[in-house]
C-alpha cells in the first residue's frame, strides 16, 4: 500500500484512463478506472460543505486513511478484500482493486444463505482480531468463485469492546429483517453458524448476550 501526499494522485489521478462513475454513495463515490491494465476501483471522499472547510479535510484525510489501513489490516488475518494499490491524502482517495461477481444482497435464498455463513465467519475474524467492522450489510459483500469478499471498510475501527461487536452482529440482523425478512430466520442462523466456528463458544456467547441487550434496549426506547 503507497500513500501519496503530493498532486500527482488528483482525481484524474488515472489521467491516462477514462473514469465511470459505480456508485454515489452518503461519504463518497465509487469509480471505475484502470490500473497496470486491470480495472480497479477508485473511491473518492467526498466534500461536506457544512461543515469547517480545515475540519472537513482533516476528517476526510483521517477516514481515507483509516479505512485504507483497516482494508490492508483485514486481509493480513485472512479477510477476503480487495488489495489496496495507492491512497491519495490529499484527495482523500483509495486506489484499490475490483472484485468482479454478484452482489450478496441479489442472490437467491439458497444461496444467500451459504453467503452469510461466509460473512458471519468473516466478521468473526474481524472481531477476533480486534477490529469491529461498522457496516455489515448484505450490500457491502461480493461472491466471487465461492468465496465472499468484504468490500468497504469505510467505518471499520479496531475495538477490544464486546459491546462494538454486538453492534455489528445486531445491524447485520436489522438488515436481515428488513431486507430479506422472508428467509431471515435461516439467514441469521447460517450467519451465527459462520461465526460461532471463527470466535469459539466462550466469545460467541458474550457477544450474542450483548446483542439481547442492545435489542432490549430498543424494546424498552421503543415503549417510552
Not at 74 to 91: E, H, M, T
Request: charged share 25%; hydrophobic share 40%.
Amino acid at each position: 500500500m503507497v500513500f501519496f501526499a503530493a498532486d500527482s494522485l488528483n482525481m484524474p489521478h488515472t489521467r491516462s484512463h477514462r473514469v465511470r462513475l459505480l456508485k454515489k454513495g452518503a461519504e463518497g463515490d465509487l469509480f471505475l478506472t484502470r490500473h497496470d491494465g486491470a480495472t480497479a476501483i477508485l473511491k473518492t471522499r467526498k466534500k461536506k460543505p457544512y461543515r469547517n472547510e480545515t475540519l472537513d479535510e482533516r476528517i476526510r484525510r483521517q477516514r481515507t486513511i483509516r479505512e485504507a489501513a483497516a482494508l490492508s489490516e483485514a486481509k493480513s488475518f485472512g479477510v477476503p478484500s480487495p488489495l489496496v494499490y495507492r491512497v491519495d491524502v490529499n484527495d482523500c482517495t483509495i486506489l484499490m482493486q475490483h472484485i468482479p461477481g454478484e452482489m450478496v444482497k441479489g442472490l437467491a435464498p439458497q444461496r444467500l444463505a451459504a453467503a452469510c455463513r461466509k460473512i458471519g465467519a468473516i466478521a468473526g475474524l474481524l472481531h477476533k482480531n480486534g477490529m469491529m467492522h461498522g457496516d455489515l450489510t448484505t450490500s457491502n459483500f461480493i461472491l466471487y468463485k465461492g468465496r465472499v469478499f468484504a468490500i468497504d471498510f469505510g467505518l471499520a475501527q479496531k475495538t477490544l469492546r464486546i459491546e462494538d461487536y454486538a453492534v455489528d452482529l445486531r445491524l447485520f440482523k436489522e438488515i436481515l429483517g428488513s431486507e430479506h425478512v422472508e428467509h431471515m430466520d435461516k439467514l441469521w442462523s447460517s450467519f451465527l453458524q459462520g461465526y460461532r466456528s471463527v470466535v469459539g463458544q466462550a466469545k460467541y456467547s458474550k457477544i450474542t448476550h450483548h446483542v439481547s441487550i442492545i435489542e432490549g434496549r430498543g424494546r424498552y426506547a421503543a415503549v417510552v
